[in-house]
């Protein structure tokens, strides 16, 4: 989904930080990997202010090196080979313990498809969500057991599982625990484990997600049996668990993923060409994007509402007429899952509604028919509609609700809950998302301690959506060699999000309100005229004549035409650039107000002093200062 623009009213503008001594465009232009295609000044300055501050660290950027040895960074893996091995070699029972969501059933099918393909018989063993729950419990190791199955390996789950893995041990099944959350004080018995925290401390391994465990273990296996071609598709179930699960794209995740997006399109496996084709991204380069926001969904819904059973089957057919019938199952699942959050958010935002404008620091909504499975995607919504943390509670039976929690940057959700730990039977989380079960009737004061908390941190945050531009751009330096260049720095995701540019004083030549609430904005600056959109726009159509804007570059496919497009993320109004307007600065608790002058700047303080940018002061203070009010008019990237 598209993001919303909030209201004028409601955004927090903070403009990117002076540059420094790389605000010399000779000393930028030295960041330029060298054997490499320049890029433009626009970008570099991205990147500088991202920390790449050196022409090596952009080289690791655009070509990060090879994998090392994986062997050399887990110091359980030879353990694990070894009992692998020989399972293959004896065509031994090995169950696959996955999760429900598409990081779990891409790790699952992958090494299903490659323990298969090496001899083992392997079967897949997800819980469910609504019945089971997450992750491996005692009860799924005892039927797995009674099967006779003594191999057992984790994927995307485990390390916490400390109840089944002690009964595991009970009844003689080995257990190899592949996973990236966090590891326990007292950890659970194993055979051996893979996990990101047990490699060394600045290792390319770190970053990796339950898919990324499972593609090092089957690469790893296929080379200790000299079986290369057994690895066939798990490169392409890597890209889609990875950029699903939002995995940093650092370290070998980018390796790999600028090895495997090139080939996803034309991949071999009949589950992924299905699933391009229901949802119309055949034709075009299957990008960290349409991943991201066209197949990750898909399998999403169906371990949101169905059984993941499904998609494992999805992503391991080799039959196509089988992969097209599992596929639109996955697609009536998402519309499925597309209409219930459309049902929860009207009904939330009108619970809303009802207690009036004096709305709580944090949203905490409750009913007892919501589904569990979706009320994190709403919760994630209402976030980012108010700005504030929410969490949506759904009935458990019993007394019991089930929470799920969202949040903006900086409201950490692991530590609220750990906060509120006494009115909680369990949970769970990280900073920016987590989940809880409470009984009812200490939701009141469950709702009490969460205000305080979010309370407290408004007042040191302040409220409203953040706008963060990270680089000004003129509207005549975007155009199709622009995006080129952008792309370059691609794929985009968690650790290197797509760039949110900024243009300061540019005229409002058109605006139009679209159906379903979506803002169309011509902005000319000098003789360029570029369209901007605003998706789902919440204020007004009655716009300042003159703005600043800051948007993501989009190429806008419509009808066999292509035009590059702004997608706004915020916009505030500006004065008139040939007036003599005034901004006010705030520096080391003095107060400046500069204007333009020409291409130049003029600052003054409060005694009425001037300090022009044509003086080049030598004081490293006067200099910061005018690079500083060059920033904030726009006049500096």
Known sequence: MAPLLPPLDEQRWHLPTPLGELADPQALAQLNPPGLASLPAPLLALLARRGHRTSAAITALLEPPAAPAALEHFPDLGKALERLQQACRQGEAVAICGDYDADGMTSTALLLGVFKRLGAQPLAAIPSRLEE?????????????DQGVTLLVTVDNGIAAAAALLRARELGVEVIVTDHHTIPAV????????????????????GLAGVGLAYVLAAALCEALRRPDALQMARDLFCIGTIADMAPLNGVNRRWLLDGLPHLRRSPLAGLQALQRLAGVEEAPLDAQAVGFQIAPRINAVGRLGDPALVVELLTTEDGQRALELARECEALNRQRRELCEAIEAEALALLEADGPQRSPFVLLAQGHWHHGVIGIV??????????PAALLAGEGGGRLRASVRAPRGFAVDQALSHCADLLERHGGHPAAGGFTVRAQ???ALQERLNGLARAWLEIQGGGHPVEPEVLLRLEQIDRDFLHQQQRLEPFGIGHPQPVYWSSACRVSQQKLLR??????????GDCSLRAMGWRWQGSADLPAWVDVAYRLRLDRWQGQERLQLELVGLRGCGDPESQGEVRLQRCGRSYWCRRQGNGVVVRNAAGE?????STPEHPYLRALLQDAALALGLAA
């Open 133 to 145: 729950g997450y992750g491996l419990n005692p009860a799924m190791v005892e039927r797995l057991a």
């Open 187 to 206: 950890v659970p018995p194993y055979l051996a484990l893979l996990h990101p925290q047990r490699t060394p401390e600045h290792s390319p391994f770190r």
């Open 379 to 388: 919760a994630a919504r209402l976030v980012e509609r108010l700005g504030l």
């Open 442 to 444: 200490h939701v009141a």
């Open 516 to 525: 379903g609430g979506h803002l169309q904005l011509e902005l000319r600056q």
């Open 610 to 614: 001037e300090l022009l940018s044509s």
